[in-house]
């Protein structure tokens, strides 16, 4: 775990600690069960107990960890119900951020996911699957960006970080060029200002995205 001073610049303490924390939990670094006592992250970290502590509270919030009688905060993490429940869920408001994208994104935008498409595609045929999937969370970063919606924007954003390690999964272990073949169709459609198009094609991506995931782990 590296200290905090080495990753962020400006922002509170407590909000690096969170998401250094939170980053490690998703990306399954610490895995469930794993106790986070004040004294050893104080010293992992290089900071002192009152951001840690701070840190604990916003995770047990987000029910990343939950603290145990006499044991303190232990990781929960993300189960397998959890990202099944996230996928549906996203399966029926993704296709709305994505149906508003095809009516409001700018040109700009625009021009940023077809480019996004293409390295994906190039990526693709070079067998390079973890550019594909580093490229994969920009193509959405952009469709929620172009919805206009911040409210979407920021339940989808949650979302997607949440399940980062399900998605890097599914991309990284062979969907690369399935996955790469869905946004060109997502992309095109919101090209075509196509809002019933864009939805349904992105809501068959997700859900193409759940199968695949756990398909994977059997």
């Known amino acids: 775990m590296k200290k905090i001073d080495e990753i962020y610049a400006a922002t509170p303490v407590r909000t690096q600690v969170f998401h250094q924390l939170e980053k490690e939990i998703l990306s399954g670094d610490l895995v469930p069960g794993t106790s986070l006592t004040e004294t050893k992250l104080c010293s992992q970290l290089g900071v002192s107990r009152t951001p840690i502590r701070e840190a604990l509270m916003q995770l047990e919030l987000e029910g990343l960890?939950?603290?145990?009688?006499?044991?303190?905060?232990?990781?929960?993490?993300?189960?397998?119900?959890?990202?099944?429940?996230?996928?549906?869920?996203?399966?029926?408001?993704?296709?709305?951020?994505?149906?508003?994208?095809?009516?409001?994104?700018?040109?700009?935008?625009?021009?940023?996911?077809?480019?996004?498409?293409?390295?994906?595609?190039?990526?693709?045929?070079?067998?390079?699957?973890?550019?594909?999937?580093?490229?994969?969370?920009?193509?959405?970063?952009?469709?929620?960006?172009?919805?206009?919606?911040?409210?979407?924007?920021?339940?989808?954003?949650?979302?997607?970080?949440?399940?980062?390690?399900?998605?890097?999964?599914?991309?990284?272990g062979g969907r690369a060029a399935a996955s790469t073949q869905e946004h060109r169709a997502i992309l095109t459609a919101i090209e075509q200002r196509d809002p019933d198009e864009a939805e349904r094609l992105m809501g068959v991506h997700v859900e193409n995205a759940r199968k695949s995931f756990f398909e994977m782990l059997g």
């Open 65 to 172: 960890v939950k603290t145990i009688h006499n044991k303190g905060a232990v990781v929960v993490g993300i189960s397998g119900d959890d990202v099944d429940d996230i996928y549906t869920i996203r399966v029926r408001i993704e296709g709305l951020a994505a149906r508003r994208a095809a009516e409001n994104i700018t040109p700009e935008e625009l021009e940023d996911l077809r480019e996004i498409v293409e390295l994906q595609e190039f990526y693709v045929g070079r067998g390079d699957n973890l550019q594909v999937w580093n490229l994969d969370n920009r193509f959405h970063e952009i469709v929620y960006e172009g919805c206009r919606s911040r409210p979407l924007k920021q339940i989808l954003s949650l979302f997607h970080n949440y399940i980062q390690k399900a998605r890097e999964t599914t991309v990284r």
